[in-house]
């Protein structure tokens, strides 16, 4: 596969063309960001470390038959993936609350959500991703009321699939955004899954074992990426 020009650069991604029409490169950069890209660092081995956690995820999820744009690593910080036109919505899954929940309604960091939360935020950096609900994505066309119901079905099925498998390496799975995209007429999950978009807990102990070691500088960012991937079983060698 011949890598082509740079599509788009994201804060921690960017997306190559390549001579097939259908399929991209993404590279996944030591670059990390948080608050909107207000703090920003480079850490040695983060493009590689969330390049394989990212493939070992999207294994999982496809196959427990979860459609993903994921096809196949191809160097150490680069994946090969489907293009797909992307849907400008996030949507989280929270089992725990914490992060913007709480801003938003003074809950305590923490408390166990039964059953899980479902919200969706419009993908605009301009306007800080506000928090949007489903007759807001279909009335300005970001997704159809199918669309959305597919997009919330695959979210939930992929916290089944994620929950089981990060309690085997006693974790708890906090909350995580997901983002996706059509390829033809299919809703395929795209963009990533690494400890960048997630919120991961050592079980026993509730210690932060993902972005927020970053945001909230706790040290240790990508050590710690590292023993939520060898938990789960990933090398990193
Ligand atoms: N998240 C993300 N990208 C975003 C916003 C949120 O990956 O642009 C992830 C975040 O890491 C967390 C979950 O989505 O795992 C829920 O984030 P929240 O709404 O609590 O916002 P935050 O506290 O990150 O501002």
Known sequence: MEKRDELYAGKAKSVYLTDDPDRYIMVFRDDTSAFDGQKKEKLARKGMVNNRFNAFVMEKLQAAGIPTHFERV????????????????????????????CRRLGVEEGLALNPPTFELFLKN?????????????????WATESDLATMRTLSFRVNDVLKALFDQGDMLL??????????GNEIVLGDEFSPDGCRIWDKSTRKKMDKDRFRQDLGDVIETYEEVGRRLGISFD
């Open 74 to 101: 191809l160097s150490d910080t680069e994946s090969v993936v489907k293009r797909l036109d992307m849907i400008p919505v996030e949507c989280v899954v929270r089992n725990f609350a914490a992060g913007s929940l």
């Open 125 to 141: 950096d301009a306007l800080h991703d506000p928090m949007i609900n489903e007759s807001h994505a279909a009335a300005f066309g």
């Open 174 to 183: 906090v909350d995580y955004k997901l983002e996706f995209g059509r390829f």
